[in-house]
């Protein structure tokens, strides 16, 4: 599968590394995984054990102090927003980069759109997965739909007057 | 006012870039109208009735004369040749179509203007004080602080996809004309006993389905917190506020069930974790976008300074009564704030000709250092007028038709564009200002009146402010039959409330009559000419009202 | 008997528009094809609903019939089917909706 990646050096496509394990299905032995916040409480020990990496995936309403307990040992976080309008993973993203100091991989799945992207990176979103039929290429795209920004976020610090204050 | 640098300037090309590419992939069908829905709301374009809706965003309602110059181009060239003037200091037009509108997208960037998040589930317009940075009790200019919100809330990241509209109201005089009680956060600038600046924060303000008087969550708020503690109000709404029904789904309702002490809570917990963090704002922050609304070069003049006295105000009957009813008292000896009443017969309340707005932009240029603003009430507004000028203004502000000496009056109808234009409303409003402001075509009868607010709204989504006038009409359906609720007592100033519904729903054919029998019922009953409808109707209560209006045809 | 139609806002410039027999559309209600068919008339929705690149939220309006004429039912589809009135005041006529066949038909 593919997805988006966006980072210091730009945003570009690239071939999804990890796997997504639905809870039925048994979670290989090796390589990078992505299973459900419920299977990684019940069994973190044995998951660590593992020689392979381990995601979390978590609805975008997740309160985020459920989630900040259970990012010892956690590469990424691939949090799933149900339809694009609904706002709240975008403050699970920015507490989880601002408050609870994650840094490991965040990934947007679910209902993505080209034109939430630079939203989502601004909230601290590394890769995204974009919702069934879109482009990809569009979605690079999107990154460079603003190159200047007005507020503070998970991004970065400088609110747009301190930066043109003297 | 402000003036954009750069980076502003470069936002707001870039918005207007990108919302052309979001036209052309709805139009080759790379978004689907779900899809495509919420970004062009966020660039305030709706679908109505019979036409796109465009609304540009004017923050604090303040205008230069260039952007009105610009605003009448647009009106000319790209609709039918006028604009309407919006209860939230907005501009609308009516008749814009999808290809044309990233070409007025362009069209007002060029003048520091966009319509960026005057719709949508996202923050928006940060209205205020008509009279801000004029008025004699002002505590402190309240634009420079909306302005600092407005940089803010722009494109915020986190707060894009809130549960509902959001909307502030900031005011920095004593006198509330900013409605902050019926926002979703109200600020009032206040200073404490030490003589510091800071907020009065309200939050959970507003009209609609449920409506509801904000309550103050935090009497004090220190200055340098303005945004942070906004930012934290944002963020627990934007993670607990309903999502599950939009009829509930607003921040009133988030802080009506969880309380108003319990509410304040969370956001001091949320704040306390961001308050030392990079919103804080540091004084020369502050003093930088004060800068820009540093006072125009008024020359030294004493309000004796004028010419006219008794003798003209004695002599010219319409120029003494516009003075009265039109003009307000300003900070600065010698200057007065002059009100436009852009009310007439021919045309929807709010509603003004590309013609009228070149005027306008004219007159100010020569009356009013450049300078109008638009007013909840769909006016507008000279901030800076000096009195010797008043008599010449006063003429040509007749010759256009907007010295009407109507303003806060039974005729300064306040009207949304109802069911003639509107896919939300369920009646007609329009018809409903037109046909009252023609029963009471006597000025005479009008200023009988004194103080009274008149507001219609088409639909519970109250863009008439129905819910704050003294005077209320609620356009409803019944069975696909336009009817109208007249409520009462509504109020939006300090000792703000919300009206009361008066009786049974009434047809469109009843409604002009139940007015005039208000209307009447207050005349009949008022203790003297200097109690006015609003503390005649609280002295009172509806009874009198209700007889008079109902007594043939009771509920 | 109910008679129902397909209506919808034009994309390019959300005028009202009502589905014609021919499945064209035009901003005239006469024009409107009316079913007395309540699958034929979700069908026809159905269809409408694919139409995205030509009109936006389609949906089924109940209208009366007097002879062959068609009538709306409610106040709203009455200003959607006439205009409204404000505007035609004050540009001095009804507009016809029917004037502009050919964009209309374009579809």
């Not at chain 1, 979103?125 to 690079?140: C, I, M, N, Y």
């Not at chain 2, 205020?128 to 940089?151: F, K, N, T």
Request: aromatic share 8%.
């Amino acid at each position: 599968m593919k997805l988006i990646r966006r980072d210091a050096d730009g945003a570009r496509v690239e071939d999804d590394g990890w796997v997504a394990v639905p809870d039925e299905v048994t979670i290989p032995d090796e390589g990078d995984v992505i299973v459900s916040l419920d299977r990684w409480r019940e069994g973190a020990a044995a998951l660590r054990a593992r020689s392979g990496r381990i995601g979390l995936r978590v609805p975008g309403d997740l309160p985020p102090e459920e989630l900040a307990p259970q990012l010892d040992g956690v590469a990424l976080v691939a949090i799933e927003l149900p339809k694009f309008t609904d706002g709240r993973a975008y403050s699970l993203a920015r507490l989880l980069r601002d408050r609870f100091g994650y840094e490991g991989e965040l990934r947007a799945i679910g209902h993505v759109l080209r034109d939430q992207l630079l939203y989502l990176a601004r909230c601290g979103f590394d890769t995204f997965v974009l919702a069934e039929g879109k482009s990809l290429e569009d979605g690079v795209a999107a990154f460079d739909d603003f190159t200047v920004e007005y507020q503070p976020a998970a991004d970065h610090d400088t609110p747009i007057w301190r930066r043109r204050s003297p | 006012m402000y003036q954009y640098d750069a980076f502003d300037q470069r936002i707001v090309e870039e918005r207007a870039a990108q919302f052309r590419d979001q036209v052309l992939r709805r139009i080759d069908g790379r978004l689907t109208e779900d899809e495509f829905k919420p970004l062009r709301l966020q660039n305030g374009l709706y679908m109505q009735l019979h036409a796109y809706m465009m609304r540009i965003a004017v923050p604090y309602g303040l205008l230069s004369s260039t952007q009105v110059r610009k605003l009448a181009h647009i009106a000319r060239t790209y609709d039918k040749g006028y604009a309407h003037l919006t209860t939230r200091q907005n501009v609308q037009l009516n008749w814009p179509k999808l290809e044309d509108v990233p070409k007025i997208l362009d069209e007002l960037a060029e003048v520091q203007m966009h319509a960026i998040q005057t719709s949508g589930n996202c923050i928006r317009n940060i209205t205020s004080d008509p009279y801000a940075g004029v008025a004699q009790d002002e505590i402190e200019d309240p634009r420079p602080y909306c302005e600092i919100l407005r940089q803010w809330s722009t494109f915020h990241p986190e707060f894009a996809f809130l549960p509902r509209k959001f909307k502030f109201a900031v005011t920095g005089a004593e006198t509330d004309r900013a409605a902050i009680a019926v926002h979703d956060i109200g600020i009032r600038v206040v200073r404490n006993e030490a003589g510091e600046v800071g907020f009065a924060y309200y939050v959970g303000g507003g009209q609609g389905r449920t409506p509801l008087l904000a309550p103050c969550i935090n009497p004090f708020v220190k200055r340098h917190d303005l945004v942070s503690y906004a930012e934290a109000v944002l963020r627990v709404y934007n993670r607990l506020g309903r999502r599950d029904n939009k009829f509930k789904a607003r921040i009133k309702i988030l802080v009506k069930q969880t309380g108003a002490e319990e509410f304040a809570r969370l956001v001091d917990e949320e704040h306390a974790k961001i308050a030392d963090g990079p919103l804080k704002l540091r004084d020369e922050d502050i003093a930088h976008f004060q800068r820009f609304f540093r006072p125009p070069p008024y020359e030294v003049l004493t309000n004796g300074d004028t010419t006219f006295g008794a003798a003209l105000l004695g002599k010219d009957r319409d120029f003494a009564r516009w003075v009265d009813h039109n003009v307000a008292e300003h900070r600065v000896p010698g200057y007065a704030i002059v009100n436009l009443s852009v009310k007439c017969h021919e045309l929807p309340p709010g509603d003004i000709t590309d013609a009228q707005l070149d005027q306008v932009a004219d007159l100010a240029d020569r009356y009013a250092f450049g300078r109008v603003v638009v007013t909840h009430r769909q006016n507008l507004v000279f901030p800076d007028v000096k009195r010797k000028d008043l008599p010449a203004l006063h003429r040509e502000l007749a010759a256009l038709g907007f010295a009407t000496p109507n303003v806060g009056k039974l005729t300064d109808v306040v009207c949304c564009p109802g069911l003639d234009y509107c896919n939300l409303a369920n009646a007609r409003s329009i018809s409903v200002a037109q046909d009252l402001t023609r029963r009471f075509e006597d000025l005479a009868k009008v200023h009988e009146l004194g103080d009274l607010q008149l507001n219609i709204s088409g639909c519970i989504n109250a863009c008439g402010h129905h819910h704050v006038g003294h005077i209320g009409i609620l356009g409803i359906d019944k069975g696909g039959v336009e009817h109208y609720q007249l409520m009462l007592g509504g109020s939006s100033g300090d000792t703000a409330s919300l009206g009361k519904v008066l009786g049974r729903a009434l047809t469109h054919d009843e409604i002009g009559d139940a007015v005039e029998k208000t209307v009447l019922a207050y005349l009949a009953h008022r203790k003297d000419e200097s109690e006015s409808f609003l503390d005649a109707y609280r002295r009172l209560g509806p009874n009198p009202f209700k007889e008079a209006v109902y007594e043939a045809h009771p509920a | 008997m109910a008679h129902w139609i397909v209506t919808a806002n034009r994309l390019s410039d959300g005028a009202v528009v009502y589905l014609r027999g021919d499945r064209g559309w035009t901003g005239d209600l006469q024009q409107a094809r009316a079913l007395d068919d309540t699958q034929a008339a979700d069908d026809l929705l159905a269809w409408a609903k694919g139409q995205e690149a030509v009109i936006c939220d389609p949906y089924l309006c109940e209208v009366g019939l007097e002879g062959a004429r068609l009538l709306p039912l409610s106040a709203r589809e009455r200003i959607r089917a006439e205009g409204p009135r404000p505007t035609l005041q004050r540009l001095g006529y009804l507009p016809q909706r029917g004037a502009e066949p050919a964009r209309a038909a374009v579809g």
